[in-house]
């Protein structure tokens, strides 16, 4: 496993941005697959965005497609979150996970709250 630190979570109006940062600890971050969920209140943690070891191949949920962005740079053990174009309806804890290739996801950062307001 990994330990993964999020950042940079915080409270927006309607249409701001904000950029999410999660550090991982360890010398092997680029073999992980890296993907960012959220959980809002009263509802199931959902996917949000992947991205592959290399960071040349990323996936979205159609709730975000065209207004967030997965990144990562392997050299500084970091994965980030380019959240624009934010709606209420973000409003949740952010989390960064990973995992190997054809895996579950074992390892969980502690999340950064998010809240957008209307």
């Known amino acids: 496993q990994v330990q993964l630190v999020e950042s940079g979570g915080g409270l927006v109006q309607t249409g701001g941005s904000l950029r999410l940062s999660c550090a991982a600890s360890?010398?092997?971050?680029?073999?992980?697959?890296m993907g960012w969920f959220r959980q809002a209140p009263g509802k199931e943690r959902e996917f949000v965005a992947v991205?592959?070891?290399?960071?040349?191949?990323?996936y979205y949920a159609n709730s975000v497609k065209g207004r967030f962005t997965i990144s990562r740079d392997n050299a500084k053990n970091t994965a980030s979150l380019q959240m624009d174009s934010l709606r209420p309806e973000d409003t949740a804890v952010y989390y960064c996970a990973a995992r190997y290739n054809g895996r579950e996801y074992d390892s969980w950062g502690q999340g950064t709250q998010v809240t957008v307001s209307s």
């Open positions: 991205v592959n070891p290399s960071g040349g191949s990323t």
């Open positions: 360890g010398r092997t971050f680029s073999t992980y697959v």
